[in-house]
C-alpha cells in the first residue's frame, strides 16, 4: 500500500539558510499535518492543511511557512535557520471523515549546522 | 488545553513478558481518541492502538490492549509476550475530534525488552 513520502530523508543546512521540505500523502488523502520532533522530545504540531487551506496552526515559528498544493502534497518551508531547528520533521495524512487516523512518514532529519 | 502526561521515562522487560505502560491526560471534551504509537530507533511512528472516548470496551490489537478509565482520565497500555522487536519509544496521545484533528503528545516513555 502506498505511504505518505517524505523528501528529502536527511537535509544538512547552515545557519541562516533556507531549507523546503516535502510531503506527499497517501492518495485520496485531504488532510496534511506537519509535526517537529526536537532530539529526545515528543513530536510538536505545526501546521495542517485541508483541501488546500490551512486549517489548524500550532507552534510554528514566523519563519517557517507551508501550503498544500492542487495535488495534495504540501510543502514546509523554513527560513533564516537557527541551530535550534534541527529536528526531525514528520509529515501525517488523513481522509476527513474516516476513522483509519494518521498515516506518518518518515520523517526529514534537519540538521541546521 | 489539553496535556497528556507518561510518568515512566524509561521502563525495561525480559522478553516474553508483560509490561503495562501508564499513560494519564486532561481534558474537558466527552469525546476523543486516544493512541499509542511506537518509534522504534528507525524513528518511523507507527499506530499500536487506538481508543474512542465513548466506546467503553478498551481496544486491543494482538499482544496489545489497552485499559482506558475514563472517569480516571487514565489510558494505559498493556504488551504481552513482549518481544525484542518491541524496544522502542511509545508515545501516549490525545486528538479531540477524531482523524482530522492535531495530536497532542505526551514525553514518552522508552521500553526495553532484554533476551
Known amino acids: 500500500a502506498a505511504g505518505v513520502i517524505q523528501s528529502p530523508r536527511h537535509l544538512i543546512k547552515e545557519k541562516r539558510e533556507t531549507a523546503t521540505l516535502k510531503c506527499y500523502p497517501i492518495p485520496r488523502h485531504d488532510t496534511v499535518y506537519w509535526y517537529q520532533q526536537g532530539p529526545g522530545q515528543d513530536p510538536q504540531f505545526l501546521i495542517s492543511f485541508y483541501e488546500k487551506m490551512q486549517s489548524d496552526k500550532g507552534s510554528i515559528p514566523d519563519r517557517f511557512s507551508a501550503q498544500q498544493f492542487s495535488d495534495y502534497h504540501s510543502e514546509l518551508n523554513m527560513s533564516s535557520l537557527e541551530l535550534g531547528d534541527s529536528a526531525l520533521y514528520f509529515c501525517?495524512?488523513?481522509?476527513?471523515?474516516?476513522?483509519?487516523?494518521?498515516?506518518f512518514g518518515s520523517g526529514t532529519r534537519l540538521t541546521v549546522v | 488545553a489539553q496535556t497528556v502526561t507518561q510518568s515512566q521515562p524509561e521502563m525495561s522487560v525480559q522478553e516474553a513478558e508483560t509490561v503495562t505502560l501508564s499513560c494519564t491526560y486532561d481534558t474537558s471534551e466527552s469525546n476523543y481518541y486516544l493512541f499509542w504509537y511506537k518509534q522504534p530507533p528507525s524513528r518511523q511512528m507507527i499506530l499500536v492502538i487506538r481508543?474512542?472516548?465513548?466506546?467503553?470496551q478498551n481496544a486491543t490489537e494482538n499482544r496489545f490492549s489497552v485499559n482506558f478509565q475514563k472517569a480516571a482520565k487514565s489510558f494505559s497500555l498493556k504488551i504481552s509476550d513482549s518481544q525484542l522487536g518491541d524496544t522502542a519509544m511509545y508515545f501516549c496521545a490525545y486528538n479531540s475530534g477524531g482523524s482530522n484533528y492535531k495530536l497532542t503528545f505526551g514525553k514518552g516513555t522508552l521500553l526495553t525488552v532484554n533476551p
Open positions: 501525517a495524512s488523513s481522509a476527513r471523515g474516516s476513522l483509519d487516523g494518521y498515516t
Open positions: 481508543q474512542e472516548a465513548y466506546k467503553q
